[in-house]
């Protein structure tokens, strides 16, 4: 099948100076988890050539120092499309931003995403963030900037414009995504308040993003919940491995179905036939956190085995279908079974700035 395999995402490692209280893998300057330099340049020469976009995120991508540069370089040899997801802690000065962001501009670094919000506002100073994107845009980078909402916070998209002042013209993207309660904010920020129900539907990263994570396992999507078996594809693989495991991931009941109908219809299937109970769509923050919900709810996860066994047969026959129709891309499968208009906008916003 010819689920089009879009972006290909390194977690470089866990480890990041800041401690965000919506962090959904955890990271802090205590964490260890680390690729090792020689196995993404290796693996970066095996990605599937199918992949039009490389993505470098964290963790802080940026403490993998030099090293991050020779990334960029790999995958513009093989041109692919570069991006870099940061919180711009670095950037405290113009002279600090330029030389630590110049040197990936002048290797071919397509994008930069900046995650920053009210959470990593405790962190990060805004005015780091307004001096990287007035440094990347000098050095021609295209330039987006992703947050995270719920009712508290107050750092809106249209708010971060006003902000950057002059430059404010400059970013291409600032997007907006609801608060999903995974990692950390599953403990840190369990009593905030959704600012709208967030996207439940098809997943458009599963399959045609896959990641390989700082824990060295080969995910199946961005991995926003890196510590789960269900979405590994291979611990541990041997980089020339990457193109052949990909491909057989597309065959996997799971991901299809992720890809088709996304988690929470999954769950709600399951919860139909076995009289289970799980929260309103109003009560789960997306996609993610109904994929976490999916696979640690004990009275779901029990039967979600046999489900995708009976369900088999039919995902991969409304594959083979869509492929026949070339309606076998995320835009067409979101709106076909997509749950509202409204909730494709939201993700399209959010995918703007997703750190893959």
Same mark, same amino acid.
């Given at each position: 099948?010819?689920?089009?395999?879009?972006?290909?995402?390194?977690?470089?490692?866990?480890?990041?100076?800041?401690? #965000?209280?919506?962090? #959904?893998?955890?990271?802090?300057?205590?964490?260890?988890?680390?690729?090792?330099?020689?196995?993404?340049?290796?693996?970066?020469?095996?990605?599937?050539?199918?992949?039009?976009?490389? @993505?470098? =995120?964290?963790?802080?991508?940026?403490?993998?120092?030099?090293?991050?540069?020779?990334?960029?370089?790999?995958?513009?040899?093989?041109?692919? +499309?570069?991006?870099?997801?940061?919180?711009?802690?670095? @950037?405290?000065?113009?002279?600090?931003?330029?030389?630590?962001?110049?040197?990936?501009? %002048?290797?071919?670094?397509?994008?930069?995403?900046?995650?920053?919000?009210?959470?990593?506002?405790?962190?990060?100073?805004?005015?780091?963030?307004?001096?990287?994107?007035? !440094?990347?845009?000098?050095?021609?980078?295209?330039?987006?900037?992703?947050?995270?909402?719920?009712?508290? =916070?107050?750092? =809106?998209?249209?708010?971060?414009?006003?902000?950057?002042?002059?430059? &404010?013209?400059?970013?291409?993207?600032?997007?907006?995504?609801? $608060?999903? $309660?995974?990692?950390? @904010?599953?403990?840190?920020?369990?009593? @905030? !308040?959704?600012?709208?129900? &967030?996207?439940? &539907?098809?997943?458009?990263?599963?399959?045609?993003?896959?990641?390989?994570?700082?824990?060295? +396992?080969?995910?199946? #999507? #961005?991995?926003?919940?890196? %510590?789960?078996?269900?979405? !590994?594809?291979?611990?541990?693989?041997?980089?020339?491995? /990457?193109?052949?495991? /990909?491909?057989?991931?597309?065959?996997?009941?799971?991901?299809?179905?992720?890809?088709? *109908?996304?988690?929470?219809?999954?769950?709600?299937?399951?919860?139909?036939?076995?009289?289970?109970?799980?929260?309103?769509?109003? +009560?789960?923050?997306?996609?993610?956190?109904?994929?976490?919900?999916?696979?640690?709810?004990?009275?779901?996860?029990?039967?979600?085995?046999?489900?995708?066994?009976?369900?088999?047969?039919?995902?991969?026959?409304?594959?083979?279908? $869509?492929?026949?129709?070339?309606?076998?891309?995320?835009?067409?499968?979101?709106?076909?079974?997509?749950?509202?208009?409204?909730?494709?906008?939201?993700?399209? *916003?959010?995918?703007?700035?997703?750190? /893959?």
């Amino acid at each position: 099948m010819a689920i089009p395999v879009s972006s290909f995402a390194f977690h470089l490692t866990y480890t990041c100076p800041l401690a #965000c209280a919506h962090c #959904c893998f955890n990271s802090s300057p205590q964490v260890a988890d680390r690729l090792d330099p020689a196995f993404v340049l290796e693996a970066i020469a095996h990605i599937p050539e199918d992949v039009t976009l490389v @993505a470098f =995120t964290g963790g802080e991508p940026f403490l993998h120092g030099r090293n991050l540069v020779r990334y960029v370089e790999a995958a513009k040899s093989r041109s692919f +499309k570069t991006r870099i997801v940061t919180s711009g802690y670095f @950037a405290t000065s113009e002279r600090a931003a330029r030389l630590r962001f110049q040197p990936l501009a %002048d290797a071919g670094l397509d994008e930069l995403s900046i995650s920053w919000d009210d959470y990593h506002e405790e962190f990060v100073a805004f005015d780091c963030v307004r001096t990287l994107v007035q !440094t990347a845009r000098e050095a021609g980078v295209y330039t987006a900037i992703s947050s995270v909402q719920s009712v508290e =916070t107050l750092w =809106t998209a249209e708010r971060i414009r006003s902000a950057l002042g002059d430059v &404010g013209s400059e970013v291409e993207i600032i997007s907006e995504s609801g $608060l999903n $309660l995974t990692g950390r @904010a599953e403990t840190d920020l369990k009593d @905030a !308040t959704f600012v709208s129900n &967030g996207y439940l &539907g098809p997943c458009p990263y599963v399959l045609t993003g896959p990641t390989m994570s700082a824990k060295n +396992k080969l995910l199946a #999507c #961005c991995g926003v919940i890196p %510590d789960t078996k269900r979405l !590994t594809i291979r611990e541990a693989p041997d980089p020339e491995e /990457i193109p052949e495991l /990909i491909e057989a991931s597309l065959r996997n009941p799971l991901f299809t179905g992720l890809f088709l *109908r996304g988690p929470y219809s999954l769950m709600e299937a399951i919860a139909r036939k076995h009289d289970v109970t799980i929260p309103p769509r109003d +009560k789960v923050g997306g996609n993610c956190e109904a994929c976490k919900l999916l696979f640690e709810t004990p009275t779901i996860e029990a039967h979600l085995d046999a489900y995708l066994k009976d369900m088999s047969i039919t995902f991969l026959n409304e594959m083979l279908l $869509l492929e026949s129709l070339e309606l076998l891309t995320p835009k067409h499968v979101m709106g076909l079974w997509g749950n509202s208009s409204a909730t494709r906008t939201d993700l399209c *916003r959010h995918e703007a700035g997703h750190a /893959i």
